[in-house]
Structures are given as structure tokens and as C-alpha cells.
């Protein structure tokens, strides 16, 4: 599978002479047909951390270079088929000396410096980093109206074309217009339990990720237009639940 390139957006900085307004640290939360159905108080720990562009530079492509998978082999001059004698005298013949046909310069040879499959890519981050850029992303998609916390998708049976009208019902919120209609990448829905059935509901629909709630992180919350939180009560607890753990 190819990875994904998540392309960062620096923070827009804020004036010095202007004083910043705090938003709201409420949410609301809606049900499956759009109706909005009460708010909820959200950590300011989670939603409400600084943008580090360092940060989230090195969390996301430590996460990429750890689901990276290694494809390209050459082979040296001493793994390469043939070239086991020497191809004619050292003297003699008026042509350059050669010791192998296999060398690096003929047609055929081996590869210099080439790629190997032998390399390893992965990195190891700390986990207060990578909880860290997690609540900095959600944090961004917050402030930017790009999560919607949904009490209940109600989906008992799996059934794709149900999964799909709860999307088009939730695209008549605003701001959140093109989550049934976006190709690609279009939401990334997290769930605090998720059921098989559920799972088998959206799977069919490409443009949409199911995870639990607990496999959120950066990459995958950079990589969708808009986050969908299913029962917000228990995934935000599950969520600022990683703040607390150590190393």
C-alpha cells in the first residue's frame, strides 16, 4: 500500500497589537438525522493546544517511515549473475583493463549505492510526542469547524446504503457540506466501540475511514477533510486518557 503524503499548513500567526479571543470550548453533538441533540464541554488540554510545526513534522513522517514498506532492491556487483572470469588479459590487447563483466560500469553489472531491502526506515517517537501532535491536530481541525460529534449512527444490522444516507443527512450541517460528496479522504470516523456491523456499514464507501477511537493519530486525522466522533463522551475520555501516560 502506498503511503500517503500529508502536506502541513503553517499556523497563521497572530497579530502582536491584536489580543486573541478564546473560542468556546463547547461542542455540539447531533444524531444521525442532523438534529442537534445537546453540547458537550470539551478538555482544553485535547482541543485546544498550540500548532508545532516542528512537532508535527516529526511525528508524521516517523509514522510514515515506520508504515513504509521497502520495495526497491538492487543488487551489487557481487550478487549479479555471471562475471566469474576475467574477460581477457590484464596486457596485451590495446583495450582497458577488466576484471568482471559484472562490474559496475558494464551493461549488466551490478548497482552502486542502489536501494536494498535490508534498510530499515523505522524510527521510534516517544509517546507524550505523538499524543502531543495528536491533540495539536485535533485541536486545528476544531478550531478550523472541521469535527462534528455524533451521539449515535444506529446502525444495529450492517448495511452500506444506510451508512450512506447518514452521511448525505450529516453533509446538510454547516461546514460540513462535502462530507458525502468528497471523493477521497473525506472523513475519518472514530468510534469509541466500534461493532462489526457498523464496521461492515462503511467499509464499502471509500471515502470514508473507520477506526476506533483509541487508533486515532496525527496522519490519519491530517489526511481527511473532517473528523466524525461517534458517542463524544466516551472517546474524548479515551482520548485525553493518552495525555496521562508515560513513556
Known sequence: MATKIIKLKKEPKTPKNNAVVPRSMQADIYDAQGKKTGTLELPENVFS?????????QVVTTMQANARNIIAHTKSRGEVRGGGRKPWQQKGTGRARHGSIRSPIWKGGGVTHGPLKEKVYAREIPK?????????????????GEI?????F???????AAARQTLVTLSGIVGFERLANKKKNAALIAFADLSPATAKSFRNIGSVECVSVRNINPVSVLGNAYIVIENPEASVAIIQSRASKKN
Open 148 to 152: 462534528l460529534f455524533v451521539n449515535s
Open 49 to 57: 493546544v498550540k500548532w508545532n510545526d516542528a512537532l508535527m513534522h
Open 128 to 144: 507524550k510526542m505523538r499524543a502531543k501532535a495528536l491533540f495539536a491536530a485535533l485541536s486545528r481541525k476544531f478550531r478550523d
Open 154 to 160: 444506529g446502525l444495529n444490522v450492517p448495511k452500506t
